[in-house]
């Protein structure tokens, strides 16, 4: 009923730039909160930037130089990285927490993209 579709991902230098997209769409009431997050084979998943109502959380590693917007009309969220590091390089995902148009809570994640920092 809720797909979260997200795009963006490639491989860059580092020192480079790259804008991550990922988009709601489906029986959506109403999103509260959109975020990306990013895993490394082996680790956890770890939390990269939120948004909630126009406040923005971001890990303390890519505050700085990572800078999380939302589009409500679009129910888009945008994740613009600049200064890429090697550690940079991850699978990033999509999550929203919504409710849905049945009115129920909704904890939803992309398909993740990856992100790779290499000269």
């Known amino acids: 009923q809720v797909q979260v579709v997200e795009s963006g991902g490639g491989l860059v230098q580092p020192g480079g730039s790259l804008k991550l997209s990922c988009a709601a769409s489906g029986r959506i009431f109403i999103i509260y909160t959109m975020g990306w997050y990013r895993q490394i084979p082996g680790k956890q998943r770890e939390l990269v930037a939120t948004i909630t109502e126009g406040n923005t959380n971001y890990a303390d590693s890519v505050k700085g130089r990572f800078t999380i917007s939302i589009d409500n009309a679009k129910n888009t969220v945008y994740l613009q990285m600049n200064s890429l590091k090697p550690e940079d390089t991850a699978v990033y995902y999509c999550?929203?927490?919504?409710?849905?148009?049945?009115?129920?809570?909704?904890?939803?994640w992309g398909q993740g993209t990856q992100v790779t920092v290499s000269s």
């Open positions: 999550n929203v927490r919504l409710i849905t148009a049945l009115h129920f809570n909704g904890d939803y």
